[in-house]
């Protein structure tokens, strides 16, 4: 695999079964350290407004102990904001944030929300921290990703992941690779990565059609494979398909 394409485990819902009964274990922290081990590059964990599965605690700790790279998804909130500036993470993904939602649906409004998140962007940038946007694959929304300034963005492959389930999926891989494209073309400095709904299946075509992407972010798939095989195991199946993968290139 290119040293340049990263595997970022998201665990997240190794807390969501911690909080399921209110228990001290699993900890999400142990997670981090065995997937860093198994050669995971980089962690990701989502602090939600709620609450729901990772907690404040867990992001100080990993700040303390994670070793590779961690990154903070986080609404573009004040109290968020305060909470990044203070645990000061190697990187914040924005995303958009729904109480109702079960997971996140879609990404940032970047189009509709320039001014607003180049502010928040200019303060995370001021504390040290680089900024990535959660967005779909859509032109507009690459555009006014460079236009705020983001050092990276992250494209929303819920879609593609869905249309992949039922063997769909072309449409779906050529919209993210045009979107990919357009990063690149728009923006050379601005970093691609992708995320939601990736399996071990569905990683090997996505990573295989968009030579652009650095890094991607996993959790689900990741930790419902884990269940059955165990954290390292799970772990290297992914960093084998992404490897499968960059060799289809």
């Known amino acids: 695999m290119p040293p340049s394409l ?56 990993l700040r303390r102990t994670v070793k590779t790279l961690l990154n903070l998804e986080m609404a573009a909130s004040e109290d968020m904001i305060r909470i990044a500036l203070q645990v000061r993470p190697d990187l914040v993904t924005l995303v958009p944030e729904r109480r109702e939602e079960r997971t996140t649906e879609g990404g940032l409004d970047a189009h509709g929300q320039r001014a607003a998140l180049r502010s928040v962007r200019e303060r ?76 071990a299946r569905n990683v090997v075509p996505l990573v295989a059609r968009i030579p652009e992407l650095v890094e991607l972010n996993i959790g689900h798939a990741l930790v419902a494979d884990a269940v059955m095989v165990g954290l390292d195991r799970a772990v290297r199946r992914f960093l084998r398909a992404i490897d499968d993968g960059a060799r289809q290139r």
């Open 124 to 199: 995370l940038e001021a504390g040290g921290i680089p900024t990535s946007l959660f967005v779909d694959p859509e032109l507009p929304q690459v555009e006014a990703a460079a236009e705020i300034g983001a050092a990276q963005i992250e494209l929303h492959t819920g879609d593609y992941a869905e249309a992949a389930r039922h063997g769909s999926e072309r449409d779906e891989l050529e919209r993210l690779a045009a979107a990919a494209a357009h990063a690149r073309a728009r923006a050379p400095q601005m970093k691609v990565a992708a995320g939601h709904g990736l399996t």
């Open 6 to 61: 990263r595997l970022h485990v998201n665990v997240d819902h190794v807390a969501t079964l911690r909080q399921a009964r209110g228990t001290a274990y699993p900890d999400p922290v142990d997670a981090a350290v065995l997937s860093e081990l198994a050669g995971a590059h980089g962690i990701t964990v989502h602090l939600r407004e709620d609450r729901r599965h990772i907690q404040d605690r867990d992001v100080e700790v």
